[in-house]
Nanobody, 128 residues
Framework: QVQLVESGGGLVQAGGSLRLSCVASRRTFSKYAMGWFRQAPGKEREFVATIRWSDGITYYADSVKGRFTISRDNAKNTVYLQMNSLKPEDTAIYYC?????????????????????WGQGTQVTVSS
């Protein structure tokens, strides 16, 4: 069983920054991509960013492009989400996910049903 554990959430003022981390408990499982999703109160879960583990190719939601950066550390089996210029509308629970399915196009990893493992989530609150 693979466990994903997120950390780094918190309360920040608009315009501020946070960095989320997600550690996978088992190094050897086949993870072709890892992604970040978020869910705001009363809204559906939405895609934020994804990174293909083998080559580091990334893909972002339009709403965060240019403000958020996803990266990975192979040695630490960790994926990060650097969030800058945060806005109140970024307030949500942020979830890390891992996919064990290969897709040639990184945009396929924007769909939550391609992910096999999910973390418990970390709260990000941006005050105005």
């Amino acid at each position: 069983q693979v466990q994903l554990v997120e950390s780094g959430g918190g309360l920040v003022q608009a315009g501020g920054s946070l960095r989320l981390s997600c550690v996978a408990s088992r190094r050897t499982f086949s993870k072709y991509a890892m992604g970040w999703f978020r869910q705001a109160p009363g809204k559906e879960r939405e895609f934020v960013a994804t990174i293909r583990w083998s080559d580091g190719i990334t893909y972002y939601a339009d709403s965060v492009k240019g403000r958020f950066t996803i990266s990975r550390d192979n040695a630490k089996n960790t994926v990060y989400l650097q969030m800058n210029s945060l806005k109140p509308e970024d307030t949500a629970i942020y979830y890390c996910a891992a996919s064990s399915t290969y897709y040639r196009g990184t945009y396929y990893y924007a769909k939550d049903d391609v992910y096999d493992y999910w973390g418990q989530g970390t709260q990000v609150t941006v005050s105005s």
